[in-house]
């Protein structure tokens, strides 16, 4: 697979665990406890596990693949703990790739 097609994959896949934990913390969470329905939670839950776990391989595969240093690994994987982590992630790594370029 072609460099370029790795990164926008890997940048996909962020994005979409990113948007993923969002809905979780921010819709589904609420709708549990306020209105009631924890099956909102259970759906977007195992989405959101399925999204993480797909992000997590994609990291590994980018260490192996693109050789990075372990701060870059670190950072990657803390960050999708966070809210909004992977975007601020995306922007750093972003420029990281036009500077290299």
């Known amino acids: 697979m072609q460099n370029a097609t790795l990164n926008s994959l890997f940048r996909f896949f962020g994005y979409l665990e990113g948007l ?4 979780l913390f921010f819709i589904a969470m609420p709708l549990k406890y306020m ?3 924890p099956e909102v939670v259970t759906v977007f839950g195992m989405i959101h596990g399925a999204l993480f776990t797909l992000y997590i391989l994609m990291v590994i595969w980018m ?3 693109m050789k990075w240093r372990p701060t870059w690994l670190v950072a990657s994987i ?3 703990f966070l809210p909004f982590g992977t975007f601020v992630f995306d922007h750093y ?6 500077y290299l370029s």
């Open 20 to 23: 993923s934990l969002l809905i």
């Open 35 to 37: 209105a009631g329905k």
């Open 63 to 65: 260490t192996i693949r």
């Open 93 to 98: 790594y972003k420029r990281s790739l036009y």
């Open 78 to 80: 803390i960050v999708a």
